[in-house]
């Protein structure tokens, strides 16, 4: 054998890869400059079962707030004070507003404002209206409302009018020891109206006859009747019921405006005045201040102002002002809404329908045509 052989080639200082104790190869470090990559199983599933739990918890915890106060509401049985300005609440004043058709649902917020406002009486109420009138009984009962409180408790009321304040709405601010009135506010209309219609041309189209009894003595029961046309007595006796509200209208007007004082200065108004100025007709409000409909120019803030100076409340405090708010529909009232309340057509219903329908409603309501 010789000795020529030729050696092995490559770096001969390298170390071989090290023999682990089963006989295997363990494998040679990375080169260098290369970090180790070290495989994890994905955790992400349990993350995101986690973020889902805390959602619905903090959307059950809002979900439940929201329906404490949705309830809340639902209980609440009558008008509440909602905050307008904070000041003093030794010195409050009250809105109570008037807005829209003069009717009984008006009448009957007007009247559970005033019982929840005998239990805490304000310094003074300021009326905000906005309305062009409405139904004749609603606007006495209200004016009789506002007059027997203010009698009762003796504080100032104050009439603020906004874009219209005209008629049915007039009559219930006639109490009122001021009326501020909005520079293009309009009011007056003083004057009672009704609306009706008859339906014997058009049974007669489509067939129908109606037949009317009365009983021997009731003679005038089928006055105003709608399946027929209305005859001279008709008119005359419908007349004669406005022009009853009519008077009523313009005794109220005068009550209210036979003596006011504002600002240092009392004015009357006669009788004569009263009716002259009780024609229907609608006034601006520069007109209503000079035929004294009105008092002064201006708008609800110079209302709570004056109603502040009114109450004697000092210059340099500044008075707590709320507005009476209606509670809103809520859940349980619409929990409680079932198949039954659902409007049908049965014969009792369009009957009942019909007879609502032609009857005559006194209004004082405002028209423009």
């Known amino acids: 054998m010789t000795n020529d052989q030729t050696p092995p080639t490559g770096d001969q200082s390298s170390p071989r890869p090290p023999i682990s104790g089963q006989g295997a190869v363990t494998p040679p470090p990375p080169?260098?400059?290369?970090?180790?990559?070290?495989?994890?199983q994905p955790k992400e599933k349990g993350k995101f079962a986690r973020k889902l739990i805390g959602s619905l918890l903090i959307f059950s915890l809002i979900l439940n707030v929201y329906m404490f106060f949705i309830i809340k509401a639902s209980i609440q049985s009558g008008p509440y004070e909602k905050l307008y300005t904070e000041g003093s609440h030794e010195n409050r004043i009250v809105i109570i507003p008037i807005n829209g058709t003069v009717d009984g649902t008006m009448y009957d917020f007007v009247r559970k404002s005033l019982d929840q406002l005998a239990k805490d009486l304000p310094k003074a109420i300021v009326l905000r209206v906005n309305s062009g009138g409405g139904y004749v009984n609603a606007s006495d009962q209200i004016w009789h409302q506002i007059s027997?409180?203010?009698?009762?408790?003796?504080?100032?009321?104050?009439?603020?009018?906004?874009?219209?304040a005209a008629s049915g709405a007039y009559y219930l601010s006639a109490p009122a020891d001021t009326v501020v009135i909005e520079r293009t506010g309009l009011?007056?209309?003083?004057?009672?109206?009704?609306?009706g219609f008859t339906v014997d041309e058009l049974m007669t189209k489509i067939g129908v006859t109606p037949q009317i009894v009365t009983s021997t003595d009731s003679t005038?029961?089928?006055?105003?009747?709608?399946?027929?046309?209305?005859?001279p007595k008709d008119y005359e006796f419908l007349t004669h019921i406005l022009n009853n509200a009519y008077e009523q209208f313009v005794d109220v007007v005068?009550?209210?405006?036979?003596e006011i004082t504002f600002d240092g200065k009392t004015r009357k108004l006669t009788i004569e005045q009263v009716r002259e100025l009780a024609t229907g007709k609608v006034f601006t409000a520069t007109e209503a201040v000079d035929n004294?409909?009105?008092?002064?120019?201006?708008?609800?803030?110079?209302?709570?102002?004056?109603a502040k100076k009114q109450a004697g409340i000092a210059q340099n405090i500044t008075p707590h002002v709320t507005e009476m708010t209606s509670p809103q529909p809520g859940l349980l009232s619409l929990l409680g809404a079932s198949s039954q309340n659902l409007p049908t057509m049965d014969s009792d219903r369009v009957r009942s329908w019909v007879t609502e329908m032609s009857q005559i409603r006194l209004a004082y309501q405002m028209k423009l045509n």
């Open 31 to 40: 080169p260098g400059g290369y970090s180790q990559v070290i495989v994890q």
């Open 148 to 164: 027997e409180f203010k009698e009762k408790h003796n504080i100032p009321v104050i009439a603020s009018f906004g874009g219209v």
């Open 187 to 195: 009011t007056g209309s003083i004057g009672v109206i009704a609306q």
């Open 220 to 231: 005038d029961k089928d006055e105003l009747s709608p399946f027929r046309e209305w005859s």
């Open 254 to 258: 005068y009550e209210g405006r036979k």
């Open 292 to 306: 004294g409909l009105a008092d002064t120019i201006g708008y609800l803030d110079q209302a709570i102002d004056i």
